[in-house]
């Protein structure tokens, strides 16, 4: 169908005629069976499987895994084995954990089939039959009631006080009032379209006939899973850094190797020795324990990610999230509380008053010129929240017990309500002041209700007084009540309504809907013993203006606070809701993310009138969006990443899962979001805050510098270990390293220190960084340098020993042992180096990386065991050394190390002092 979006715009009859139903009978049997062959089941399109031995041998396609499983080979060859099983097991784990990443899309569109209602109630045959959801058709009568699940898009027929809670399609909060006898314009937006059902949504008030017009992948629902199901996999900006400096490594070390291999022949050394050196030094030259120390370390930040509220579907997402430049987040329950509150209340009197508390929890103040007022010393105030009250339908709960004011001082926790979310908010805003329907009916007992209807935008509730008199309680929108009023309370007595009393009343509504609050205006009035018996609209007349009531969703109390935060780390933080403009802009204007005058906003409508070209044009400055759709959240995470932003999205609806899936790093809300969301996302948040994205964002960071570390520290001791064989080979002396030293060097003194700087921690001034460039290469910001400098003094370092030692004793088993000590005790002096780009060893402190310590203080255990102990100095021909040759292998190992120590003592202390002085003065 190419009509999915245009039923809207056609007048209800159009729609049953262009379905050829009948609306005293339904479908038949025969016809429901022909269409359902003409447009399959109602349901979502199950993904084409891959086996799963075909997933996961692609994963070993790969070039870096390739070369590392040759590495394996090599290494069993020399019956290295121990290297050759470390090896495999490092290529099996990178693998497993890909085959099960991916599951990802596959899993999503399976969330969404869940999230179809299972059954649905139709008209066939002249009767109401409840079927499973995908046998149902277009043109199927739809039967709705309070608490179904919509089981496809749908245009109304009928609609009686229908409300349906739309919030995965839409993200708005509230429940949508439905009216069958709209008709709307074709480029009305879809939380727009009051004459719509949609699949998957759930109706909260009242009860309709809808005559189904799409189903399975046609509806709303299903061009989102299509939107899932065509989104394609990219690479993260740590994988693309890692794949180039992997095939960099690669062929730049088996380069030197061949030249060392080569230039050994040309000088004498017998083949097969030089080849197995050559072998020997190309698998320890590359860094095969890499790829491994990196999963490592991001799967250590995901334990400590967890401790912070948030579970990391995919390793990577953590380094991703702390180059994040942009965060796209939804409002609804993710920026906002997800409950509507009463924070504003305009009384008869024109006295404005303000009440605090959050969510929807009866803890709160009433505020008056900045003063606390207690409700009753204002007979209005006290008015307006009473029949706020009682003109309700709605139950406060606690800890999902029902409350009615017998336990109302339990104030702590697990407040909840049950019904529409505005009259939960009138019922809080009560009971803040000691009301309680339950116990106000019991005095005022009610004797019948005149509902909500769309049209008349009023609900009235009449009750009977100790005296046996009536009273109706009206509340409905502001220029409904007031049209029906001719008087206003004026403390305990009532006066007439005049034209300014009117205009003033209406200043304050148009103030507050400003403010993006829903006003709702209370009113009242006696009625007569004789009127009570007969309950009609007519009752409705006379009435005494009491107050207007103001509510708005509120901002989490910790999201404003994430936001500066966010600011000052060079994060945007953008906002995307399907709320309506004044309220989007109200509520990020709250939390720090729209400044007027500094940032733009936009619409859906306005996105529909913009290319892709100049929406990117925008893109950067604009940080509120408001009435979009799912297609809208997509353009502009795209946009974002088209200007060269990695973006994070935040979401919980299946309206996000599109955005979610397309954008860097994608997070989902743990409690309120859907599965599809969550299934879409690489991240999931447990505690719903927004908080802990910013978290995220400093363990990224703090993830990413560690990655640094390692590499820093690994490149550059193999960079020393070829250095020292390509060195020596230049030279024409013996080679000063057998084989064995080097694979022992590659599996012991490389390994634990690395995997010790993993763990390290973060720098404290980790968030007042500027995110890094997503372009930016490994090696930037001298890195580069510092590894190739470091390299250099190692292999040098370890060359003279060896040389020195060997003309001193004429001995090459103690030479070689001195230069294997050699290059041992730099790389491990080295590691204390790169625990900081900016700080010395004694600035972050020795003692502060206890792991650290551990593998060094290891490294040099077993070090001294293949030297000293028997059986292992025959294995790795190695020699007991003096004193004095220990001397000289720590001196000119550590020489930069013990340099920098002593310059920090002596200057920092000198500089330290010299503040004090200058302070002082």
Not at 655 to 673: K, L
Not at 712 to 731: P, Q
Request: glycine share 8%.
């Amino acid at each position: 169908m190419n009509d999915i979006e245009t039923w809207h715009a056609r007048a209800a009859g159009d729609v049953v005629t262009y379905w050829q139903t009948s609306l005293t009978s339904g479908l038949s049997t025969d016809e429901a069976a022909t269409r359902l062959q003409q447009f399959g089941p109602n349901k979502m399109r199950e993904l084409q499987k891959t086996p799963w031995w075909q997933r996961f041998f692609a994963q070993f396609q790969d070039f870096m895994v390739l070369v590392l499983l040759a590495a394996t080979l090599i290494s069993a060859l020399l019956s290295e084995f121990t290297d050759a099983i470390t090896i495999l097991a490092i290529v099996f784990i990178n693998a497993i954990l890909g085959f099960m990443q991916e599951y990802k899309a596959e899993q999503s569109v399976l969330a969404l089939a869940k999230m179809t209602a299972p059954t649905g109630r139709v008209l066939r045959n002249g009767t109401i039959q409840k079927l499973p959801a995908e046998v149902l058709v277009p043109g199927d009568l739809l039967v709705l009631e309070t608490g179904d699940r919509v089981a496809a898009d749908a245009r109304l027929i009928e609609s009686y006080n229908l409300e349906v809670e739309e919030a995965m399609l839409t993200g708005e909060s509230l429940p949508v009032k439905k009216a069958a006898d709209k008709v709307y314009l074709p480029q009305t937006p879809l939380g727009d379209r009051r004459n719509m059902v949609y699949m998957g949504t759930n109706v909260t008030r009242g009860r309709g006939l809808a005559l189904i017009c799409a189903t399975g992948m046609r509806t709303e629902i299903g061009a989102i899973a299509d939107l899932i199901a065509a989104d394609k996999k990219e690479e993260t900006p740590l994988e693309r850094r890692l794949d180039h400096l992997g095939r960099w490594l690669v062929w730049g070390c088996l380069t030197v190797c061949a030249v060392v291999v080569f230039t050994g022949v040309l000088r004498g050394e017998a083949l097969f020795l030089m080849c197995l050196t050559g072998i020997s030094l190309a698998v320890a030259a590359i860094p095969e324990g890499l790829p491994a120390i990196v999963t490592v370390s991001l799967a250590l930040g995901v334990q400590r990610m967890i401790k912070r509220n948030a579970i990391v579907r995919k390793l990577p997402a953590v380094e991703t999230l702390g180059c994040t430049t942009v965060i796209c987040s939804d409002k609804t329950g993710t920026l906002t509380q997800n409950a509507m509150t009463v924070t504003s209340i305009v009384t008869a009197e024109n006295e404005e008053i303000l009440l605090t508390g959050t969510g929807y929890d009866i803890k709160g103040r009433f505020i008056k010129d900045g003063r606390n007022i207690e409700p009753d010393a204002s007979p209005s105030l006290r008015q307006a929240l009473l029949i706020g009250a009682i003109c309700n339908n709605c139950q406060i709960k606690k800890n999902e017990v029902a409350i009615s004011g017998l336990w109302r001082k339990q104030r702590d926790k697990g407040w909840s309500i049950e019904g529409d979310p505005t009259e939960g908010a009138l019922l809080v805003a009560a009971a803040k002041a000691g009301i309680w329907r339950e116990q106000m009916e019991k005095q005022l007992p009610r004797i019948g209700e005149i509902p909500f209807e769309t049209f008349r935008r009023r609900m009235s509730v009449l009750c009977r007084d100790e005296r046996g008199e009536g009273i109706l309680f009206v509340k409905g929108a502001p220029d409904m009540i007031l049209a029906l009023c001719q008087y206003r309370m004026e403390g305990n007595k009532t006066v007439p309504l005049t034209a300014d009393s009117v205009a003033t009343i209406n200043a304050a509504v148009e103030k507050m809907t400003s403010e993006a609050l829903r006003v709702l205006a209370v009113a009242y009035r006696r009625v007569d013993k004789a009127e009570l018996a007969n309950l009609s609209e007519t009752m409705e007349r006379e009435l005494v203006f009491a107050g207007l009531l103001g509510m708005i969703d509120p901002p989490r109390d910790e999201v404003k606070k994430a936001v500066v935060t966010c600011r000052q780390a060079g994060i945007k933080s953008v906002m995307i809701t399907g709320d309506h403009r004044n309220t989007a802009v109200a509520i990020a204007t709250a939390i720090g993310i729209y400044r007027e005058g500094k940032e733009k906003v936009l619409t859906g409508l306005e996105l529909d009138a913009m290319s892709d070209d100049a929406l990117a044009a925008v893109v950067n400055d604009t940080t509120v969006y408001a009435r979009v759709s799912p297609v809208h959240k997509l353009r502009i995470v795209k946009a974002l990443k088209q200007n060269g932003h990695i973006v994070a999205m935040t979401g919980d609806g299946v309206n996000d899962a599109p955005a979610v899936r397309e954008a860097d790093i994608g997070v989902a809300m743990g409690r309120a979001g859907t599965d599809v969301t969550k299934q879409a996302a690489a991240m999931v948040l447990t505690d719903d805050n927004f908080a802990t994205i910013v978290a995220a964002v400093e363990e990224g960071r703090a993830i990413y510098d560690n990655i640094r570390k390692f590499i820093r520290y690994l490149l550059a001791c193999n960079t020393g270990e070829v250095l020292t064989m390509f060195i020596s080979a230049l030279l024409g002396i013996p080679l000063p390293l057998l084989p064995v030293q080097i694979l022992w060097v590659n599996l012991v003194t490389d390994g634990l220190p690395a995997m010790a700087l993993g763990v390290d921690k973060a720098d404290p001034h980790l968030m007042l960084r500027p995110p890094r460039s997503p372009r930016e290469n490994i090696f930037s910001r001298g890195l580069g340098k510092k590894i190739v400098l470091r390299g250099l003094q190692i292999g040098l370092s370890t060359v003279f020993v060896f040389v020195f030692v060997y003309r001193a004793t004429g001995d090459l088993a103690t030479a070689r042992t001195a230069a294997f000590s050699t290059l041992v005790f730099s790389q491990l002096f080295h590691v204390f180096d790169c625990r900081s780009e900016v700080f010395t060893p004694l600035e972050i402190g020795l003692f502060t990386n206890k792991h650290l310590l551990a593998a060094a203080a290891t490294s040099t255990l077993m070090l001294l065991a293949v030297i000293y102990v028997p059986f292992l100095r025959g294995v790795f021909k190695t020699a007991p050394l003096s004193g004095f040759e220990w001397l000289l292998i720590v001196v000119v190992a550590g020489w930069t190390f013990i340099l920098t120590c002593v310059r920090h003592l002596l200057f920092r202390r000198r500089a330290g002092r010299q503040a004090s002085v200058f302070n002082r003065a």
